[in-house]
């Protein structure tokens, strides 16, 4: 089955689509139905198939061929993953330029969620093997004898199927694992995918406890309740209590659980409450909406690894921002990474809050007195511990106490020797010394005891001391070694063993409460290995508490990797009642278990599943929910290489502020690692995305609120370089102002560097003065001159700034000085760059002899250091203005063999801009100055190419109309095929592109070109469609030129003349009267009379010359 999908472009302040933007994206969309293979690739990542592009409907037809698929696609449209992906496939860079543009729109998708789900349940019941759960009031098993299954309300049944058209499924109950029949139309498959992937993959060895319940309520609660009833405990860890005693929560109150863990206010006991008993009324929920973790709890869960870090990203960001100017000279007017396309030059920074992000200069200056503190780095709250505080955590370690183990055979009976140990472990409360006891890692082996061989060694120290601590009756030691032992025998797959230390701890424990996470971990170990050895009856008597200790207790440290399955089994529980805010806990506990054990490959679906949950409980005006994990998800999805989806999920991340959890500068790093993946590439400093720039810009201002001056230094040298890589000089001078003026706060060498930048970009933005006043007070500053190489980059620059001002003479004497340094610090490549400056700067005064020999010299050294990608750039333009120098000398063929290697150096490295501009002066070589047919044909195909690859359509269009042109020049009927094949493309393009001039001329060529081709049946059409474009637009102008070339080219040709006839007297006259055009007009009449001469017909040709000669007079010619 098929499903569409539709997108509309809006805009967030006024809620309402952008007409511009949709346009602009369905243009974009019509040039990729002719190739859509990069809509295939996006939407084969989203797991669905796509069936065709139907852009003139902003829209995409999808099918779905596996449940998998359409599991991974809701979500991922939940996630609001789709319509994010979509914006990267369609907008263009203007539009990432555009800040404000981006901040204030959304591409929204449409599908018919029902029919998703339809689709879904059909291939549920194809596969056979799914959950359902009983619809009440429609089975009766009696009816159907013994084999018939009793279900009660809302139970779960995993089905099997028997055939395509049985009137009974088989069916096992979770409830009580009975076998049976039913009917199909008692069940109602659970249309959830994840439910269905988890209750499948998932399964317990015995039914569900009954133990918890389903809940109406979506509130998680803490805070003081009220006690509806009378309770006496049965136990020792259960509270007593009276009618109307106040009960303080220990942790949260989740409902639908049988106990929460409570203190009493008038007794001060703390012990486990039954739920049922107590009015949560005046309990507080964790924060607005659907919260289900404290504050506490995120960070952990958000932290991702050290390559995909907060300080990664930092690095990062300085690594792109660092720049060479000081050392590495620039050849004139060349910016090898800048692309200058047509983007209007405002998109730089209209409305993008300037305000907000850029400091004023007043406020900048201002801190020149800050403090060094204040010069810190961007979020420093969140970011990774300095060297001070790993420190004093070692200092704290110092203070835990450790235990040498040394057992001789005369120790055993020495109660000396273990009280140390006994007193340590027999504190009636948790002390955080104990915290090692509890982690997955079995920390305590080294923090807690030292001096052991091998474990052997120190299980039979804990065994003595066991014994020990029984002697002396020591519960709490005894307790704790009893877990200890435990813990050694989990670690060694001894479960049976295990069980029975754990068993031995819960018997002996008779008070427990002071050390919370000792009991915790005593349950949940316990009742986690009567699970794995499926002691139902054990298991069932213990769960209730066990899930109570796990899920209400914040920050739960897990013991075992056994718990994953206790875990599962509450989830499974969770949803077989219906009780959402368990359910979300329990993922989150999953999910935090997983990342802990580093199974990334399989905590995915319970991430994703939590983070739906938040979103589907947003509070209104919230725009993120309890659990931003969508940095956490980004991580994930970029080590699956999901290009597309770790982009919309970082993109769609919104850094909560909260201490440990992802900042801008992560998101911005993240992003800029990333979005050229889309185009298969990897991220390098000379093409950054313009994807990032909104994400920079937040980084910015949130570097500025924390006033980390190095940090926004560096976020402004970016930005100042990526606006220049994408042709907007006004944005990139005004933040490599910023950035000069940051430099100036942080020392001298970073000023200099700054100040550098902000030159030249002067230079490429034709302000050779101020470039001039930057370059002069670098040279007075004292590291202006201190080192050879930082003098001569600058009076490099300079000399550019004086030839720009037509002050040639010091120019000369510039670049000449700085050849001069180059050569004394033996550079090769900044000896190369002054001569080819000087051999540019030659030509440009007509010296052509002079500027050879300079630029011959330039390509010798660049030949000897040539290997590198931008070495082998700046040679390519090197050869560029050699090639022009010698056609200046008419010596063609070695300017030929200029141009030709300098291609060769820019398809060597792949660069497609270096290979659009010289194919370019290739093309208008061997068309205007040494003509080439052949030649040029050649060069032009690799022109359109170049184009297509680069996704410029209106470049794309040009290029193969003159292309077009050049092979009906050639004139065989090989080539007029080609130059007909050439115009139908150009053709395509001009009509997605709505330019109605160039489609007309297209149409009109196309019809050229059929009556060459003698296929004179397809002429007219062709010409009338030419005709109607115009027309069309209400270009009368347009529509009579064309009649007249219409008719033209019967009129010059051998057959139908007669058919001029209707193209000039019917179509191209009466227009000429209406535009008052009277030269055209008068050329029509002496054309159609020289037409009737050669048909015969003196009569009319008598009529048109008369018409001609009356209109000549008028117009007195």
């Known amino acids: 089955q098929e499903i569409s999908l539709s997108f509309s472009v809006e805009s967030r302040s006024s809620r309402c689509r952008n007409a511009r933007l949709q346009e602009a994206a369905r243009k974009k969309l019509w040039a990729l139905e002719s190739d859509d293979r990069g809509v295939c690739a996006l939407f084969k990542e989203l797991s669905a198939r796509l069936v065709c592009v139907q852009a003139h409907q902003d829209r995409f037809l999808l099918t779905f061929k596996t449940l998998q698929e359409v599991w991974r696609f809701s979500t991922y449209l939940t996630l609001g993953y789709v319509g994010t992906c979509l914006e990267q496939l369609l907008f263009g860079q203007e539009f990432w330029l555009d800040c404000a543009l981006v901040e204030d729109t959304e591409l929204r998708v449409t599908v018919d969620e029902q029919h998703l789900a339809t689709i879904y349940l059909d291939l549920l019941l194809q596969e056979g093997n799914f959950f359902s759960r009983a619809v009440p009031g429609v089975w009766k098993s009696e009816q159907e004898g013994e084999e018939g299954l009793q279900l009660c309300r809302d139970e779960l049944v995993h089905v099997r199927s028997v055939g395509q058209d049985s009137k009974k499924w088989e069916g096992v109950s979770l409830l009580t694992g009975q076998r049976g029949v039913v009917p199909p139309e008692a069940l109602e498959p659970i249309p959830h ?18 133990e918890i319940s389903g809940t109406s309520s979506q509130a998680i609660v803490q805070g003081r309740c009220i006690a509806s009833k009378d309770h006496r405990g049965a136990a020792w860890d259960e509270l007593s209590f009276s009618k109307g005693d106040p009960i303080e929560t220990i942790g949260f109150f989740i409902p639908g659980l049988p106990w929460f863990v409570g203190k009493s206010l008038s007794t001060g006991s703390i012990g486990f409450v039954p739920t049922r008993l107590v009015n949560p009324g005046a309990c507080e929920p964790l924060g607005k909406g659907f919260v289900f973790l404290s504050e506490e709890e995120k960070s952990p869960v958000l932290h991702v690894p050290c390559n995909g870090d907060e300080q990664h990203f930092a690095t990062l960001l300085g690594d792109l921002a660092h720049t060479d100017i000081t050392s ?49 780095s961007p979020g420093s709250e969140a970011a990774p511990a300095t060297l001070e505080d790993v420190l004093l955590e070692k200092l704290d370690d110092l203070d835990y106490p450790k235990f040498f183990i040394d057992l001789n055979a005369g120790h055993v009976e020495d109660a000396d020797v273990f ?31 030292y001096g052991f061989s091998d474990e052997d060694e120190l299980v039979l120290y804990l065994e003595t001391s066991r014994n020990w601590a029984k002697r002396t009756r020591s519960v709490w030691a005894h307790v704790r070694l009893c877990f200890l032992l435990g813990k050694l025998c989990i670690k060694k797959l001894k479960l049976s063993q295990a069980r029975v230390y754990f068993e031995e701890a819960m018997s002996v424990l008779d008070r427990g409460f002071g050390d919370l996470p000792l009991l915790a971990a005593l349950h949940i170990s316990l009742t986690s290995i009567y699970l794995k050895q499926n002691m139902k009856h054990k298991f069932s008597s213990l769960l209730g508490k066990t899930v109570t200790l796990l899920v209400c207790l914040p920050g739960h440290s897990f013991s075992s990797e056994n718990e994953l399955e206790l875990l599962t089994f509450i989830l499974r529980e969770s949803i077989a009642v219906g009780n959402a805010p368990l359910e979300a806990r329990i993922c989150f506990l999953i999910v935090k278990l997983f990342l802990q054990l580093g199974r990334t490959e399989e905590v995915l679906p319970f991430l994703e599943h939590l983070q739906c949950l938040s979103i589907a409980w947003l509070g209104p005006g919230s725009r993120a929910g309890p659990l931003d994990a969508a940095a956490t998800l980004g991580y994930l999805y970029d080590k699956k290489y999901l290009p597309n989806i770790a982009l919309a999920s970082a993109r769609s ?17 993240f992003i800029l690692q990333n979005a050229p993946k889309l185009l298969g590439k990897q991220l390098d400093r000379s093409s ?35 606006y220049l890589q994408h042709g907007l000089l006004d944005g990139a001078v005004c933040y490599a102002a910023r950035a000069a003026a940051l430099g100036r706060l942080m020392g001298e060498e970073e000023a200099f560097e700054s100040s550098m930048c902000l030159g030249w970009l002067y230079l490429l933005q034709q302000q050779p003065g101020r470039a001039g006043d930057v370059l002069r007070q670098l040279l007075r500053a004292p590291r202006g001159t201190a080192s050879e190489t930082r003098g001569g980059a600058v009076q490099n620059l300079l000399a550019m700034a004086l030839r720009a001002q037509g002050r040639i003479q010091e120019a000369a004497e510039n670049f000449l000085r700085a050849l001069h340094k180059a050569k004394e610090t033996g550079s090769r490549r900044n000896q190369a760059v002054s001569l080819a400056n000087l051999g540019q700067l030659s030509l440009s005064c007509g010296a052509a002899q002079l500027a050879e020999l300079y630029l011959l010299w330039s390509v010798r050294l660049y030949a000897e250091l040539q290997g590198h990608h931008q070495l082998d750039t700046e040679l390519a333009q090197v050869l560029l203005w050699l090639a022009q120098a010698l056609v200046d000398r008419q010596r063609m063929e070695d300017a030929k063999l200029c141009y030709e290697l300098a291609l060769g150096f820019a398809l060597k490295w792949q660069n497609l801009r270096s290979q659009l501009h010289i194919t370019e002066c290739l093309c208008h070589f061997y068309s205007k100055v040494c003509p080439d047919l052949q030649a040029c044909i050649t060069y032009h195909e690799h022109w359109a190419s170049l184009a297509r690859q680069l996704q410029d359509r209106e470049l794309e269009g040009s290029a193969r109309q003159a292309l077009s042109q050049l092979y009906q020049a050639w004139g065989t009927p090989e080539a007029l095929r080609r130059s007909l094949d050439c115009t139908k493309q150009s ?78 007297r019917g179509g191209a006259v009466p227009l000429a009267r209406k535009l008052k055009a009277t030269q055209t007009e008068l050329r029509l009449f002496n054309k159609l009379a020289e037409l009737q001469v050669s048909l015969q017909g003196y009569e009319k040709a008598l009529e048109f010359a008369t018409l001609a000669v009356r209109l000549s007079l008028r117009v007195g010619e």
């Open 193 to 210: 995918p994840f439910y269905q992937w988890f209750l499948k993959n998932y399964p317990v060895s015995f039914g569900l406890s009954q």
């Open 419 to 449: 009280d140390p140990i006994l007193t340590f472990l027999n504190q009636d409360t948790f002390v955080p010394s104990f915290q090692s006891f509890y982690d997955l890692s079995f920390s305590f082996l080294h923090s807690t005891f």
């Open 987 to 1064: 053709l395509r393009i001009f009509i997605d592109l709505e330019e109605a001039v160039k489609a007309a001329e297209a149409w009109l060529q196309a019809g050229k070109l059929y009556y060459l081709l003698q296929e004179d049946e397809l002429v007219e059409m062709y010409f009338q469609a030419a005709i109607q474009t115009a027309l069309k637009w209400d270009n009368f102008s347009l529509a009579m030129d064309l009649y007249e070339k219409a008719g033209d080219t019967f009129f010059n040709g051998s057959r139908n003349r007669a058919r001029a006839v209707e193209f000039y």
């Open 328 to 376: 590495v000279y620039r050849l004139d007017g060349f910016e090898p990474t800048a692309m200058f396309p047509k983007v209007p030059p405002e998109a730089a920074l209209r409305g993008s809050k300037e305000i907000q992000v850029l400091q004023s200069w007043e406020e900048i200056n201002d801190w020149a007195t800050s403090s060094t503190s204040e010069l810190s």
């Open 688 to 722: 950054i995305p313009a994807l990032a720039c909104w994400y920079l810009q937040q980084a910015l201002q949130f570097c500025c609120q924390s006033r980390a001056v190095p940090a926004q230094r560096t976020l402004c040298a970016l930005l100042a370089r990526m």
């Open 653 to 669: 991340f919104v850094p909560s502020g909260t201490k440990g959890t992802p900042t801008p500068i992560w998101r911005a790093g």
